[in-house]
Each structure stands twice: as C-alpha cells, then as structure tokens.
C-alpha cells in the first residue's frame, strides 16, 4: 500500500506511508497484520519518520433494511521505539 495525505486542521503539511500486509477475511470479523514506513512534516516542526507495525480487528453488520454498521480497532506500534504504542478505535 501507499499513501499521501495532508491536513491543513492539522497543519500535516505531508504525510507519505508505504508498507504491507496481510488480510484474512471471516464470516464475521477481518483481521490483518502488517508493516509501514511513515514521513510526516508538520508545519513549524521538524520531520517525523517512523516505522510502524500494525494489527486490526474489524467487522460489519448489515441489517434488513441494507443498513450497515462497521467498526475497526488498531493497535499500533513504533518499530523503532519502545513508547510508541497507540491504539485508535
């Protein structure tokens, strides 16, 4: 995958993500496992590189209606660091 992104709310002047992964499909829930480098400049400050890796868990239901709910939770981890856990719901 790659990404490029900014943010102007956020003053992300760039964002660059490159990495890989692997994506299991269930009935009921998806999980992946994967990898990436990220590039960010903020505005005012200094690049920010790191590499990530990366679980999720995700999963969607569908109603009669054609209604559907979808929810995803990451967890994810600086490669490089040993503070950099986050998770993200």
């Known amino acids: ?17 490159v990495g ?4 299991n499909k269930g009935k009921y829930v998806n999980f992946g496992i994967g990898a990436f480098a990220e590039n ?27 209604f559907e709910f979808s929810s995803i939770a990451y967890l994810q981890t600086s490669l490089k660091q040993s503070n950099g856990l986050r998770t993200i719901f």
Do not use: H, P, V
């Open 40 to 66: 960010e400049i903020i505005e005012d400050n200094t690049d920010q590189n790191a590499i990530i890796g990366n679980i999720y868990l995700s999963n969607s239901i569908e109603n009669e209606t054609g």
């Open 1 to 17: 995958m790659s990404k490029k992104e900014y943010n102007k709310f956020k003053d992300l002047t760039s964002r660059d993500l």
């Open 20 to 23: 890989l992964g692997y994506r």
